[in-house]
């Protein structure tokens, strides 16, 4: 397999350094060619969408460049970041579409944490670990907590916990919760909390506390952007009315209590931040972290008994999570109606893979909510998505694998069935190979790249900050798995580089296709539009000879053609596939970074063993 030109080319044997394993490099100069675009508005970037219809697109065959966040993480998740944060950041990076990825089984709180007995710092449920640490915060000079017979709650067996401080000024002992992989994080939107409480030694300033801290929300109203963090403070008074009131981000929830017997407390943290904050989407909000304690203000010791926890997930509890979750993005309709946003899942009990697409149903659900990293689980979990009309997205799938034994496995099981996966992502260079030996393969799944970003501040700064784009005729759900499934897709750091990637043989596209043909020869066009000043498109290219799982690498070669040298971002070039190849395109910035990819196009004189998508099959 080798390429020709309609231009000068000369041989140069240095590494392609930038991730992409190459034998040899051909700098092609072309003669008199246009100057690119440079770095102003990318001519990819893609305008406005509608989220609830999805927007019509123009261009070439009804199709444009829709960009998409593909691995985002909100207030479902175990992260920090709310819808709004997301929703925001799309708005702030031209980002036309979000699937919104939460983990499956926390959707659905699945074995979450119900109960603390405070039998000890440390409780043990169906193996899943709950424990509490010691942490002081301002003057507090002694203190601590003891687990005692008596008191304790006349509704829980054991022991309860008895928190002791005091101080020389303001202060407060704390005790943070963690429990085994963060099995009570997530959505605060139907959650309510019961605690058994009895102050011994409470008043104003010395009150029993319980604080939450919430999720991340973008500047509002005249507030900072940042976390909102709401604090029960119990026991300052014996009688009257609840108060609330703020401090910027910080809520205060104050609640009088009997001293000196048993009292059942119960929060519901959605409509307390509904109360304190009412601009905002309360519903759209984690309790990430909890902690409990007792405040002290100078030498009088402050003394409380906690017993009897319970944590009440309401319709998020099994299935009914999907809906709960439907209806606190809803909330965001009006306020956000250029991102289209679409429903999905990261499946999280066998190797993770994101649910695109199709009818969204909660997968059945082992306990405890263990990964299990089985092969063939993961096999059985992709048959079960394909039969809800999902695509399956294999993610960060180094993540149990070397790359060898990575390609080995997806030559052997043909990809498990994956439709996608990530690609664009850490260890980017590793994934790349494993691409590329897949590719030389012809196992045909599209490469997409992702942030994974469970924060919400900054996409733009993070190491993976990469969007997925397609050519697709709309933002709607049904237009953008069509694309992926097709492999019309390519990513890019959208920092450096914001540009559309196309591959046409006889004017039609061919990007992430495959065709069957005895041709010696093949001009394809290559579009590679806005590159960066003094980048280079290269022509990654590579046999497609079927070593199998014997040599799992990669064998590509690169042809580089200056940016300068392209035509209104466009390329003609000579394919001569041999006994059967692939190339696809890879955008360079000055400092020889590679800035985007795409999926390939597959020159192929016979179908390949395990056949060709129909939705990927170009016919001669």
């Not at 993005?329 to 190797?351: C, M, N, T």
């Not at 992502?425 to 030389?440: G, I, Q, T």
Request: charged share 25%; glycine share 10%.
């Amino acid at each position: 397999m080798h390429a020709e030109h309609d231009a000068v080319a000369t041989g140069d044997n240095r590494m392609d350094d930038g991730g992409t394993v190459s034998r040899r490099t051909l700098l092609a100069t072309t003669l008199g060619g246009a100057a690119a675009a440079g770095l102003g508005l990318p001519a990819a970037r893609a305008l406005p969408a509608t989220a609830s219809t999805g927007t019509p697109a123009g261009g070439a065959g009804g199709m444009r460049p829709i960009s998409m966040a593909m691995h985002i993480h909100g207030s479902f998740s175990e992260g920090t970041a709310s819808y709004a944060a997301h929703l925001h950041q799309a708005r702030l990076n031209d980002v036309d579409v979000i699937w919104w990825t939460d983990h499956d089984f926390r959707v659905a709180a699945h074995d979450h944490r119900r109960e603390v007995r405070f039998d000890g710092l440390r409780e043990v449920v169906n193996t899943m670990e709950w424990t509490w640490t010691e942490s002081r915060e301002g003057a507090v000079t002694t203190g601590g907590a003891q687990f005692v017979d008596d008191p304790r709650s006349p509704d829980e067996p054991g022991t309860a916990m008895r928190l002791t401080a005091a101080g020389t000024g303001w202060g407060i002992l704390w005790y943070s919760a963690a429990s085994w992989n963060q099995t009570y994080s997530g959505s605060l939107a139907d959650t309510t909390i019961d605690l058994d409480v009895l102050t011994e030694a409470t008043g104003p300033g010395r009150e029993l506390v319980i604080e939450i801290n919430t999720s991340y929300h973008p500047a509002h109203a005249g507030r900072p952007a940042g976390r909102y963090l709401l604090q029960y403070r119990i026991g300052g008074g014996t009688d009257g009315p609840v108060v609330h009131r703020t401090d910027g981000l910080r809520g205060y929830v104050e609640i009088p209590v009997p001293a000196s017997r048993w009292h059942r407390v119960t929060f519901r943290p959605v409509d307390d931040l509904r109360a304190l904050w009412p601009d905002l989407v309360a519903a759209d909000n984690s309790m990430h972290t909890l902690r409990l304690g007792v405040r002290v203000d100078g030498t009088t010791e402050t003394r409380a008994v906690v017993d009897r926890l319970r944590i009440d997930y309401g319709r998020r509890d099994g299935a009914g999570g999907i809906g709960l979750r439907r209806d606190v993005l809803a909330e965001y309709d009006a306020q956000y109606p250029d991102i289209a946003h679409h429903e999905a899942f990261e499946v999280s009990l066998v190797r993770h893979l994101n649910w695109i697409g199709g009818d969204l149903v909660m997968p059945e659900l082992p306990s405890p909510p263990r990964r299990d990293n089985d092969p063939d689980l993961t096999a059985e979990m992709i048959e079960f998505m394909h039969a809800h009309g999902a695509l399956a997205q294999w993610n960060h799938p180094l993540d149990v694998e070397t790359a060898e034994s990575l390609v080995q496995l997806m030559i052997e099981r043909n990809c498990l069935g994956a439709d996608l996966m990530e690609i664009g992502r850490s260890p980017v260079e590793d994934l790349r190979r494993v691409f590329d030996a897949a590719a030389r393969n012809a196992l045909f799944i599209t490469a997409v790249g992702v942030s994974d970003d469970h924060g919400g501040q900054n996409w733009a700064g993070l190491a993976d900050n990469n969007i997925t784009y397609v050519w697709s005729r709309s933002t709607g759900k049904d237009d953008l798995v069509e694309a992926l499934r097709a492999g019309r897709a390519w990513w890019v750091n959208p920092v450096r580089w914001r540009g559309a990637m196309d591959i046409e043989v006889a004017g039609r596209r061919a990007l992430g296709s495959a065709l069957v043909t005895s041709a010696a020869r093949l001009k394809v066009r290559l579009t590679a539009t806005d590159l960066p000043a003094d980048g280079a498109l290269h022509i990654v290219q590579s046999p497609v000879d079927y070593p199998g799982a014997a040599d799992p690498t990669p064998a590509t070669t690169s042809v580089v053609i200056p940016a300068a040298d392209l035509l209104d971002g466009r390329r003609d070039h000579v394919l001569v596939p041999g006994d059967g190849a692939y190339l696809r395109l890879q955008a360079r910035d000055a400092e020889d970074r590679v800035v985007g990819e795409s999926n390939p196009f597959w020159v192929l004189r016979a179908e390949p063993p395990h056949g060709i998508p129909a939705t990927r099959l170009v016919r001669a």
